[in-house]
């Protein structure tokens, strides 16, 4: 259904400098929420607990650390440290439900304009999982670039829900005014909000690793090897290792 959603945007591309708007994006929105939906409910039923009672907590970070760069008005989000978090030690389905659900709350609760994001927000999580399955995540440099990847990731799906939703009016003020720099110089839409996402993305989620990396770091090693992933994938192997050694 998401990716339906996905290609149907690209597909229907605007030729109205004010977006699709109208049928389109309301049938974006509940292709993307739905979507969303089905991702938390297939994911959740077959996490661990030890997993499970992570979510919480790393849903009230996103939302904490994202409130807080909101109002700042910087062109970032922060708002993904927990998803990463999770996608980090419980692997890709993990990180993916926690990244949807936290969109899907903050859209029924705070900011509706969250709920398309949904999707991206899980593929984040999707993606963090990913690449610390590959290893990306036992260096601070690696998990860096790891960061950088995700935010490409971030920004590239992104762009059609922030040009054809929202109409290029994205959720930050600084945001705004950097898609708004890129029109001015005679990029369309998309193209000005992909590059909007290209710019800010990788930097924004290269800071959210950083972060996410702090937090890791701070945990006691015996709680973070009690998580299958980290124990069986080794994605931070050195404390592992030293746990498996006590």
Avoid: W
């Avoid at 800010?200 to 709680?223: C, H, N, Q, S, Y």
Wanted: net charge positive; proline share 7%.
């Amino acid at each position: 259904m998401v990716l339906v959603t996905y290609a149907g945007l690209i597909a229907v591309h605007p030729t109205s400098k004010h977006g699709v708007g109208g049928p389109i994006a309301l049938l974006a929105l509940v292709g993307y929420t739905l979507g969303a939906l089905l991702i938390v409910s297939g994911a959740v039923a077959r996490l661990p607990p030890t997993t499970v009672a992570l979510l919480p907590v790393a849903i009230t970070v996103n939302i904490v650390m994202g409130k807080i760069v909101y109002f700042s008005g910087l062109p970032l989000q922060l708002d993904s440290i927990g998803t990463v978090l999770v996608g980090v030690v419980a692997g890709p389905a993990a990180g993916a439900a926690t990244g949807a659900l936290a969109s899907v709350i903050v859209g029924m609760t705070i900011t509706p304009g969250a709920l398309p994001y949904a999707v991206t927000a899980a593929m984040i999580g999707f993606t963090a999982g990913v690449l610390a399955r590959a290893g990306m995540f036992r260096r601070l440099p690696t998990a860096v670039l790891a960061g950088g990847l995700i935010g490409v990731v971030a920004g590239v799906i992104s762009a059609p829900i922030t040009a054809f939703v929202f109409g290029n009016a994205s959720g930050s003020v600084g945001q705004s005014a950097l898609i708004a720099t890129f029109q001015a110089f005679g990029n369309g839409m998309l193209k000005a909000a992909t590059l909007q996402g290209l710019v800010a993305d990788p930097l924004d989620k290269a800071l959210t690793v950083v972060l996410a990396m702090a937090i890791l770091k701070g945990l006691p090693p015996g709680f973070l090897y009690r998580f299958p992933f980290v124990r069986e994938r080794h994605v931070l192997a050195p404390r592992a290792e030293l746990v498996r050694a006590a």
